[in-house]
C-alpha cells in the first residue's frame, strides 16, 4: 500500500500542474485594443518602450507579440485571466528593434482592429 502512496501523489502532483498549464494557455489570448490605456511610451536609438494597463484588472499581462510591415510597428498584447503572481492589470513592455529597420508609426493590434500609438 505504501509503494502505492509514493506513486499516487507524485502523478496527482503532475497532472494538477499539467491541468494548470493547459488551462492557462487556453485562457491566455490576444487583448482588445479598447482596454489597452496606454500611459507612457517612448521610442528612441531602436529601443522600445511601453506601458499602461488594461481596463478589465481582471486580466494578468502574458507577454506581446511584434510584426513589422514597411515603416509600421505592429504590437500585440496577450493577458490572461488565471495567474500565479499578483494580477494589478498593468504591463511594461521593454523591446529592442534596432535589427527591424525604420519604423515611422507604432500600432497596437488585435484580431480585428489596429491603433495608432506612436507619433500621436
Keep these: ?3 502505492k502512496l ?3 501523489i507524485p502523478l496527482l502532483l503532475i497532472l494538477v500542474v499539467g491541468c494548470a498549464l493547459i488551462v ?5 489570448a490576444t487583448v482588445q485594443t479598447n482596454n489597452i490605456f496606454v500611459k ?3 521610442f528612441s536609438n531602436g529601443m522600445l518602450s511601453l506601458s ?3 481596463a478589465d484588472s481582471a486580466l494578468d499581462y502574458k507577454g506581446y507579440m511584434l510584426r513589422h510591415d514597411r515603416s509600421k510597428l505592429y504590437i500585440q498584447l496577450t493577458g490572461s485571466l488565471l495567474t500565479f503572481n499578483k494580477r494589478d492589470g498593468s504591463f511594461n513592455v521593454h523591446v529592442d528593434v534596432k535589427d527591424l529597420g525604420t519604423i515611422q508609426e507604432i500600432y497596437l493590434q488585435d484580431n480585428s482592429s489596429q491603433r495608432l500609438i506612436w507619433p500621436k
Design 1 to 3: 500500500m505504501k509503494k
Design 6 to 8: 509514493k506513486w499516487i
Design 24 to 28: 492557462n494557455g487556453i485562457l491566455t
Design 40 to 42: 507612457e511610451i517612448t
Design 52 to 54: 499602461g494597463d488594461f
